[in-house]
């Protein structure tokens, strides 16, 4: 009864106002015996502070210091300038990975980002939180997507695919269906805060127990380090590397040490047309797909009542994305399924903004099917720039692309917040958005069972007289149909035979060879 006569109610909705009470002489009211409140009373805001409901939800930093009502926007803004951080971190630490290796960056990263997120816990104030989370977004993206790019340097061909999705489709399902319940568990951020950042002081074991990328070291000309790496690989592996091999891995390794291109950054690939194209596709791949992955997490919050469900179940939706991404990369390739599900996610998005928002099971099976398929996007989006940048400029390459996505995630909360609006605009702007992307997508090479290109001039080479319909799998036909797939099939049969010839000699065909065989 002291709530009816206290806090109007939303003339819309009915449900009580969060930010606004009744101006009046509450010790008259309540001793007035009124049954209810007098329309005409006037309101203002909530001036004696506000009651916060914790028996679902648990103690945030918003609630202690009060960001409600008249200053809602500042989680918002510290989420955006978490990005700016990235945003500006991301193009340096690049550069710096391709200069100084992999490994130290993700060491240098992860003890920074976990410093910092660590001393966000103990903050009371805004500017303390929000430069403290500058920092860990500084960190954010280059932390882990290095770690990727070092993966992929040390696998061949066929095994991308599964190295690319695997771990992902384990870990960090499992991190995004545990981590709403260990939050309510701990029922504190602080604490959660302390939690998850704290763990990243393992990537000081890093140096002792992951090796630098031997693909980057042989690129440096750096090949006694190269060869030792690769010589503890194969004893691990219960094999052995001829005289032969290392002769040609320090020939190599020579060649690149005395070559004029061993120094690149991301400029370097807007220097020449057919690397700039990719290269330019590949940001505005990146932009979109950040925007719409980040915008579904983000928007699962306005799904229903509770929050953990629907983050639990959009994120266990990494699992099948993750394993049906596997499966189509190998079929269709890793063009279409990106141009595929990006513009499916997108009219998912546009039948949730047509849909009325009191149709919460629909929208929330829409919503799981969107986030379902910009997680297969993001997967191969993820592995797309690995594939086609240079080993050279792989890192700034990436670290550049990373940074527009952070752009994109600056932009995320805002399009977000829209649903204060209307809950469909926010699903109309990613729907949009996804669809034009998609459409753009068609625009990048087909890379799958493709060696991975290692210099500038192999980036503007590599992947060309493919058609918009080009499928490896299923033998893409132009006017000269049969000829075409007679031709891609002597190729492939012809670099089989290279395979196999290197595995029966122990030995690496030269470069002269190869060509020799092809032509």
Known sequence: M??????????????????????????????????????????????????????????????QLNWVCEED???????????????????????????????????????????????????????????????????????Y???????????????????????IMIFLTAGLCVMPWLALYLHDWSTFAIVIHASQVISLSFPWVVPESARWLLSKGRTKETVDIITRAAHMNKKSLTPEVIR?????????????????????????????????????????????YDGHVRNSEHIGSNVFVPFTLVGFVELPADFLTMVLVEKVGRRHTTSITLVLSGVACLVI?????????????????????????????????????PTVARGSGAGLIHTLGNLSGFISPYVVYLSKIGHYLPYTILGLVSILGGSICVLLPETLNQILPDTLEDGETFFTGQGYCYNPCAGSRNEDGDRELEHHTYIDSTFQALISTAENTKRIPQEEEVRERVA
């Open 2 to 63: 002291i709530k009816e006569l206290t806090v109007p109610k939303d003339e819309t909705t009915g449900k009580f106002a969060k930010c606004k009470m009744y101006q009046v002489n509450f010790t008259q009211v309540v001793g007035g015996n009124l049954s209810g409140p007098d329309p005409t009373w006037p309101t203002t805001t909530c001036i004696n502070g506000w009651t916060f409901d914790f028996s679902l939800y648990y103690p945030t930093i918003t609630s």
């Open 73 to 143: 926007w500042k989680p918002f803004l510290s989420q955006s300038l978490f990005f700016v951080g990235s945003f500006m971190a991301s193009p340096v630490l690049g550069w710096a990975s391709d200069r100084w290796g992999r490994l130290p960056i993700i060491v240098a990263t992860n003890v920074m980002g976990g410093a910092a997120g660590v001393a966000s816990a103990f903050t009371n104030s805004f500017v303390a939180f929000t430069s403290l989370r500058f920092l860990v977004g500084m960190t954010f993206d280059t932390h």
């Open 145 to 167: 997507t290095v770690v990727y790019i070092l993966l992929l340097e040390y696998v061949s061909s066929e095994y991308r695919t599964i190295m690319a999705n695997v771990p």
């Open 353 to 389: 903004a047509a849909i009325p928002e009191t149709y919460t099971t629909s929208i929330m099976a829409l919503a799981v099917t969107g986030r379902f398929l910009i997680t297969m996007s993001i997967n191969v989006g993820q592995q797309y720039p690995v594939e086609v940048l």
């Open 248 to 292: 040609e891995l320090e020939e190599f390794g020579n060649k690149q040490k005395n070559a004029k291109n061993t120094e690149a950054t991301a400029l370097d690939l807007l220097k020449t047309p057919v690397l700039r194209l990719r290269f330019l596709v590949l940001c505005v791949m990146w932009l979109v797909i950040i925007l719409a």
